[in-house]
């Protein structure tokens, strides 16, 4: 049995063309359905439906054979005992930093200012800030990362940006872009050893559909 870990909406719904590509097709809606496994056209295959931020997880204890995850969310968890062979180019955005609409976060960077920064990212805007010399006061948050800056919690938000109209949509502006995010896939190492041929075959499908060599 091979198992692919996916989570529900994005992902899932730009992975199904690939998996068409390699002759799999998931056998329920998981908008229609409570079910967390679902079965494929191929005994052989199943997928688990599991949150975005456990699918790394999930990869990296065996608990699923292959996984696709943004890389946000890899650099987050770190990628011990995973192999990444393929950059699925789906779920494109981007990591950003965006403040209040009138906040001077460039006159705040150059004066040294200590920022409060809240975030999902905590290990990405460390780094980021770290990198650039700013001193901030990181503030881990689980959602609603846009609220911040507005009630005064924070000056600024390390966040994912698509099209900006969240952000604008709160009267935030971003302010720096950290890093162009997509969709990897992942894969358990011990699996790769044991299950060699199947795992390759659906990784090779995927990167012919991906019009890799
Ligand atoms: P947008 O308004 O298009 O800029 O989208 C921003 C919102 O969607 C933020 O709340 C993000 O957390 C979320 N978002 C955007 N792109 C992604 C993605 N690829 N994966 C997960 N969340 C995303």
Redesign the pocket.
């Known amino acids: 049995m091979i198992t692919l870990a996916l989570s529900k909406?994005?992902?899932f719904d730009e992975t199904l063309p690939l998996l068409k590509a390699a002759g799999i097709e998931v056998l329920d809606d998981p908008d229609q359905t409570r079910k967390l496994i679902l079965a494929t056209n191929q005994p052989e295959v199943r997928v688990v439906l599991v949150r975005?931020t456990d699918v790394p997880t999930y990869v990296q204890y065996g608990g699923a054979d292959l996984g696709i995850t943004?890389l946000?969310t890899l650099i987050e968890h770190g990628s011990d005992g995973l192999y990444q062979p393929l950059d699925l180019q789906i779920?494109?955005?981007r990591v950003s930093v965006a403040v209040r609409e009138g906040y001077d976060y460039a006159a705040a960077v150059r004066q040294g200012a200590r920022l409060r920064v809240a975030t999902?990212y905590v290990a990405i805007a460390r780094e980021f800030f770290a990198a650039k010399g700013v001193h901030v006061d990181l503030i881990k948050l689980y959602?609603?990362?846009?609220l911040a800056p507005l009630t005064g919690l924070a000056d600024a938000i390390v966040?994912?940006?698509?099209?900006?109209?969240?952000?604008?949509?709160n009267h935030l502006v971003e302010v720096e872009r950290i890093m162009d995010?997509?969709?990897r896939l992942v894969v358990n190492q011990a699996a790769l050893k044991l299950k060699r041929e199947p795992i390759r075959k659906i990784i090779d499908a995927f990167g012919k559909a991906l019009g890799q060599p």
């Open positions: 909406g994005r992902i975005a943004g946000d779920a494109k955005c999902k959602g609603s990362m846009e966040d994912l940006v698509s099209t900006g109209n969240t952000l604008k949509a995010i997509s969709s």
